[in-house]
């Protein structure tokens, strides 16, 4: 992983233990709430609870892995 992208991902997770502000069901990348817009698949909302990133945001991160 790239330094850009570990420092991104750094940023995230200290968002969701730290409780930057954002308010519980929303997204700590995008601020947006979490539904079937930005969580789209079963991994994806087991996720929110893990990361507190949506489906959308958490694949963006990690999009440049698949290529």
Known sequence: MPN???E???KVVAG???KTGTPAGHCYVCKEPFSDQNVHTR???QE???SGMCENCWDSMFSEDDQ
């Open 16 to 18: 969701a233990v730290g």
């Open 48 to 50: 929110t609870k893990i």
């Open 43 to 45: 991994a994806g909302w």
């Open 8 to 10: 991104k991902f750094q």
């Open 4 to 6: 850009n992208d570990l």
